[in-house]
């Protein structure tokens, strides 16, 4: 499965934005990871197929929400009350088959975007 995220750009303090992500095939859990120069990638949200169950880093909690829509293969996450600090290269990623268990390890999923570039000014 091929991965293409869209949506990034430069916001300031406060604003929104939603990120998309294409997947050209079928998907079971889909994630969003960010990461930030000389830092580990960090876990974001991910949500599993039916949309039913979904999962959230704490730094995000509250103010990130991640859906998807499975006839478009799209996740989106929308990003609300954005800081400066979640300016970071955002990922999504896929994993293509059932069963589960650590969304939040990145090392569990198959394919990945290539990013894209979200900057919240202070």
């Known amino acids: 499965v091929q991965l293409q995220a869209f949506g990034g750009g430069l916001v300031q303090a406060g604003d929104s934005m939603r990120l998309s992500c294409a997947a050209s095939?079928?998907?079971?859990?889909m994630g969003w990871f960010r990461q930030v120069p000389g830092k580990a990638r960090e876990f974001v949200a991910a949500?599993?197929?039916?949309?039913?169950?979904?999962l959230y880093g704490d730094s995000v909690k509250g103010r990130f929400t991640i859906s998807r829509d499975n006839a478009k293969n799209i996740v989106y996450l929308q990003m609300n009350t954005l800081k400066f600090e979640d300016t970071a290269v955002y990922y999504c990623?896929?994993?293509?088959?059932?069963?589960?268990?650590?969304?939040?390890?990145?090392?569990?999923?198959?394919?990945w975007g290539q990013g894209t570039q979200v900057t919240v000014s202070s």
């Open positions: 990623a896929s994993e293509e088959s059932p069963g589960s268990f650590y969304w939040s390890d990145s090392a569990e999923y198959d394919s």
């Open positions: 095939g079928r998907t079971e859990v």
């Open positions: 949500i599993n197929r039916s949309g039913g169950s979904t």
